[in-house]
Nanobody, 126 residues
C-alpha cells in the first residue's frame, strides 16, 4: 500500500501563487494531481511519470507546473495566477509499479491511479 500525503493548501487572493507538495511512501510510475469541489466531479490537473513526461488538463493553460523529485518520491504542483475557479480540494494520486510505459500518464479519468492522498484545500478570494 502506497501512502500519499499532501500539503501546501492555503487561502490566497486571486492572482497569487501556491505550491502544493505530495510525499509518497513508495515509488509509483505515474503521479498526478486531481481536484474536486463540492458537487463537482473529480478532474485531473497534471501528471508526471518517472521518466519526466507530463500531461496537463486544458484548463491549466500554462498557469500550473508539475515537478517530480524521484529521489525523494515527492511531487509538486506550482500554481500561479490563481482564480476563484481554482477553489477545490487537491488530491495527489499514484499508480503503476513498472519502470516505463509506452504512453504518458493520463489526467483524463483516474484509471491510471490506485493510490490517493487525503487532499489539501485551496481557497482563492476575488
Amino acid at each position: 500500500q502506497v501512502h500519499l500525503v499532501e500539503s501546501g493548501g492555503a487561502s490566497v487572493d486571486a492572482g497569487q501563487s501556491l505550491r502544493l507538495t505530495c510525499i509518497a511512501s513508495e515509488y509509483t510510475y505515474c503521479t498526478a494531481w486531481f481536484r474536486q469541489g463540492p458537487g463537482k466531479e473529480r478532474e485531473g490537473v497534471a501528471a508526471m511519470d518517472s521518466d519526466g513526461r507530463t500531461s496537463y488538463a486544458d484548463f491549466v493553460k500554462g498557469r500550473f507546473t508539475v515537478v517530480r523529485d524521484n529521489d525523494k518520491n515527492t511531487l509538486y504542483l506550482q500554481m500561479t495566477n490563481l482564480t476563484p475557479d481554482d477553489i477545490d480540494v487537491y488530491y495527489c494520486a499514484g499508480g503503476g509499479q513498472e519502470q516505463s510505459w509506452s504512453r504518458n500518464c493520463s489526467v483524463v479519468g483516474d484509471s491510471d491511479y490506485n493510490y490517493w492522498g487525503q487532499g489539501t484545500q485551496v481557497t482563492v478570494s476575488s
